[in-house]
C-alpha cells in the first residue's frame, strides 16, 4: 500500500447480497406525470442577490454557495417553435427530466440527464460560464446531432449518459449506459461504451463499446473515473463502475481493450440498503458506486482508488496496479485480499458520489445525512476524523454528483431530490434542482480534514447523524 497515503487500514468481512432489481421499479405507482408542459426558464424562482458570484449556501454557513437552481429543466432548441413541436410529439416532456452528473472545466459546467423516461431529448449538455439567468437551459454537448433518439437508436451517438470525468489532458470522458426508460419499461439499446471528448476542439476523439462478455443481465453502468499518469494521454485507464451487478470495468486506452474485475467488497450491505429521506422509506441494493483516487506515489509508480458500493457505511480501497493488471483478470488470479476495509462513516452514513484533492483530501456526498464531508487521508478513517463540510435538507437534500473541477479548487455537487423524483411528486413551483460550489481550502479549513489539525486516533464520534 502506498505509503504516502497514511491510511489506517482495518480488513472487515461484509455481508454481501446481489444486486437482483432496480430501484426504480416503484417510480411511477399511483401517479400522473401528464402535466401541462407550460414551463419555462422565465418561471424559474430567482436567487437573491449574488455575492462573489454566487449567494451564501447552508444555515449558518458560507461553505457551499448556490451556482444555479431550477424548478423544472428546460433545454435550449435552435427556435421556439422546435421546443414547441418537439413538447407536442412527446419528445420533450420536461417533468421527466431530471440533473445527475456534473464535471466543471474552465468555463463550462457539464451536466448529464440520462434517459430514465420517455421525453428526454439529450443526455449531456453544458452550461456556459458566465451565465446571464440563475436557471440556464441547457445546451446539447457537442450539439443536437450527437445525440441519438430512442425510437431508431444509432449506437455511434449518446443515448443516456450517466456521469463524466475531465481529465488533465483536457478531455471529457462519458460513460453512456446504453439503457433507457428504467424507470418503466428498462430497454438496452445499445452496448454500454465509454465516449471521450477534447474540449480544446469539442470533437470526439473516442468511442468503446463494451464487449457483451463483460456485461452482465441487469448491469447498470454509472460511475467513471479516468487515471492518468505524468502527462502520458495516450496511456489512460479508465474505471467503469456497475452498480448493479458489482463489478468495475478497467479499459486500457493504449492497448484497446477492457475487462471486468470482481470482488465480494464491491457488494451491497444489506444492513445499509434502507433508507429514509424526508419521509419516504425505500430499500436500494446498489453495489460499488463512488469512487476517487489518490495522488500519484511516484516512487512506487501506484495509486489507490478509494471506492464504496451505494448502500454501505463502508469505505473500501485496492491499489491500481491489482485493477491494471489484465492477466490476474482474465486468469481468475486477482487477490481477494488485496481490496480492504478502512472504516466506516457510522450509521446512516450511505455516500453516492466522491472526487480527491491532489493533497489527498476526500470529499464526499452523504445522501442520508443530506451534506457533504471531508476526509484527509493521512489520518485514520473513523467518525473522529470525518468531517462534515456542510448539511442542509434543502440546499444539500440529495447529492447524486459531486466533482472538483479541473484546476481542483473548488469542488461542485448536484443536488436533485432523486428519492421524491422517484417514489412521491417533485412540486415544480418551488426549485428543485439545485449546483452548489465550495472552494476546497474554505471547506476545510479549522476542520478535521485540514492537514495542519493533528489526527484524532479514539473512535469517538463527534459527527452528528441523527
Not at 417553435?81 to 464535471?103: K, S, T
Not at 474552465?106 to 460560464?129: K, Q, Y
Not at 493533528?454 to 459527527?463: D, K, R
Amino acid at each position: 500500500m502506498n505509503s504516502k497515503v497514511g491510511i489506517f487500514l482495518v480488513i472487515t468481512a461484509l455481508c454481501a447480497v446481489s444486486c437482483a432489481h432496480s430501484p426504480f421499479n416503484l417510480h411511477f405507482a399511483g401517479q400522473n406525470r401528464n402535466f401541462s408542459p407550460a414551463w419555462t426558464i422565465q418561471q424559474q424562482q430567482q436567487l437573491p442577490e449574488r455575492r462573489n458570484g454566487s449567494i451564501p449556501g447552508g444555515i449558518g454557513t458560507n461553505v457551499f454557495d448556490v451556482m444555479f437552481q431550477w424548478n423544472i429543466m428546460d433545454f435550449e432548441y435552435p427556435t421556439p417553435a422546435a421546443r414547441a413541436n418537439a413538447i407536442a410529439a412527446r419528445q420533450f416532456i420536461p417533468q421527466n427530466v431530471i440533473p445527475l452528473g456534473i464535471a466543471v472545466n474552465n468555463d463550462r459546467i457539464f451536466v448529464s440527464t440520462p434517459r430514465w423516461n420517455e421525453g428526454i431529448p439529450a443526455s449531456l449538455s453544458t452550461i456556459e460560464l458566465p451565465a446571464f439567468t440563475n436557471s440556464p437551459a441547457l445546451v446539447p454537448y457537442p450539439n443536437w446531432a450527437a445525440h441519438t433518439s430512442t425510437t431508431n437508436p444509432d449506437c455511434n451517438r449518446l443515448l443516456s449518459v450517466y456521469r463524466m470525468a475531465i481529465d488533465e489532458c483536457n478531455r471529457l470522458w462519458v460513460i453512456d449506459s446504453g439503457i433507457v426508460n428504467a424507470l418503466t419499461n428498462l430497454q438496452q439499446l445499445c452496448p454500454p461504451k465509454i465516449v471521450a471528448f477534447d474540449l480544446a476542439t469539442d470533437q470526439q476523439v473516442l468511442t468503446y463499446p463494451f464487449p457483451a462478455d463483460q456485461i452482465l443481465q441487469g448491469s447498470l453502468h454509472t460511475n467513471i473515473v479516468v487515471d492518468v499518469r505524468n502527462g502520458e494521454c495516450n496511456r489512460a485507464f479508465v474505471y467503469v463502475m456497475d452498480v448493479w451487478r458489482n463489478g468495475i470495468l478497467v479499459f486500457d486506452m493504449a492497448q484497446a481493450t477492457s475487462w471486468r474485475t470482481t470482488n465480494y467488497l464491491y457488494n451491497p450491505d444489506p444492513f445499509a440498503s434502507d433508507y429514509t429521506y424526508q419521509g419516504l422509506n425505500f430499500q436500494w441494493t446498489d453495489g460499488v458506486f463512488g469512487a476517487a483516487l489518490s495522488p500519484l506515489n511516484k516512487p512506487a509508480g501506484d495509486r489507490v482508488l478509494f471506492y464504496h458500493p451505494m448502500s454501505s457505511f463502508n469505505e473500501f480501497t485496492v491499489r491500481t496496479s491489482i485493477l491494471r493488471n489484465q492477466t490476474a483478470w482474465t486468469t481468475n488470479s486477482a487477490p481477494a485480499t488485496a481490496f480492504s476495509s478502512i472504516g466506516s462513516r457510522g450509521r446512516r452514513g450511505q455516500s453516492s458520489t466522491a472526487d480527491m484533492t491532489t493533497s489527498g483530501i476526500l470529499f464526499a456526498a452523504q445522501v442520508q445525512l443530506e451534506g457533504v464531508s471531508c476526509w484527509d487521508t493521512r489520518k485514520p478513517y473513523n467518525l473522529n476524523n470525518i468531517a462534515m463540510v456542510q448539511r442542509d435538507p434543502t440546499l444539500l437534500g440529495f447529492v447524486n454528483d459531486l466533482k472538483l473541477d479541473a484546476d481542483r479548487e473548488n469542488v461542485w455537487v448536484v443536488s436533485n431530490n432523486l428519492p421524491t423524483y422517484l417514489y412521491s411528486q417533485l412540486d415544480y413551483g418551488q426549485i428543485n434542482f439545485r449546483l452548489l460550489r465550495a472552494n476546497v481550502m474554505g471547506a476545510i479549513q479549522g476542520t478535521i480534514c485540514d492537514p495542519q489539525v493533528v489526527a484524532n486516533q479514539e473512535l469517538i464520534n463527534v459527527c452528528p447523524i441523527n
